[in-house]
């Protein structure tokens, strides 16, 4: 099922506190965020 907008804070926070402690991550991390909401929306289509 779809995960609530507080579900997706926590993971969130959670990834982005993982991230923090390896260098150069932070910006994969945000390449494949964008690359799922383009997915994401074209779903919703």
Same mark, same amino acid.
């Given at each position: 099922?779809?995960? &609530?907008?507080e579900? !997706?804070k926590?993971?969130y926070?959670v990834?982005?506190?993982?991230?923090?402690?390896?260098?150069? &991550?932070?910006k994969l !991390?945000?390449?494949?965020?964008?690359?799922?909401?383009?997915?994401?929306?074209?779903?919703e289509k």
């Open positions: 099922g779809m995960t &609530t907008n579900e !997706f926590d993971a926070c990834v982005m506190d993982f991230i923090d402690t390896r260098p150069n &991550t932070r !991390f945000h390449a494949l965020l964008n690359e799922m909401l383009v997915v994401l929306k074209e779903e």
